[in-house]
Structures are given as C-alpha cells and as structure tokens.
C-alpha cells in the first residue's frame, strides 16, 4: 500500500492540534485516517501569533505525507 496525503490541521493558540482535514487524499482511506490520526496524537506546534505578539489560534497546512509499506516479499 502506497499513498501521498496532505492535511490541514486546526491549532489552538496553546499550540495543540484540535482537527485534522484531508486536504488531498491518497484513495485510501486509511492511510488518510492515519495521517490525521497521528497529526492529533503526535505533533506539537507553536501557536500563531496576531500583530501584537499574542498566541491566536491558526491553521497548519502540511506538505503531502508520503506512505509506502514494504509487502514483505
């Protein structure tokens, strides 16, 4: 299985990824769901800041994940 997926995930103004949405899919849906799934389990950002230097909530949007599983052979 094989994919390339690109998402858009809300961040809070703490920094922690609130949701995630598939922005390009790779046809499968689970290699979507897992892009998504990881992006909320295991990133950490900085939050965005506004003109005055305050921490605001924002968007991260990611270059395409690339997944490619070995088929064991």
């Known amino acids: 299985m094989r994919g390339r997926v690109r998402v858009a995930v809300l961040v809070d103004n703490t920094g922690e990824p609130r ?20 992006m909320l389990e295991k990133a950490r950002f900085d939050p965005a800041r506004d003109r005055k230097g305050r ?10 994940v690339r997944w490619m599983f070995a088929n064991g052979d």
Request: contains cysteine.
């Open 19 to 38: 949701r995630c949405v598939v922005l390009q899919s790779s046809d499968e849906a689970l290699l979507d769901q897992s892009t998504c799934r990881l």
């Open 55 to 64: 921490a605001v909530a924002g968007v991260y949007r990611s270059p395409r």
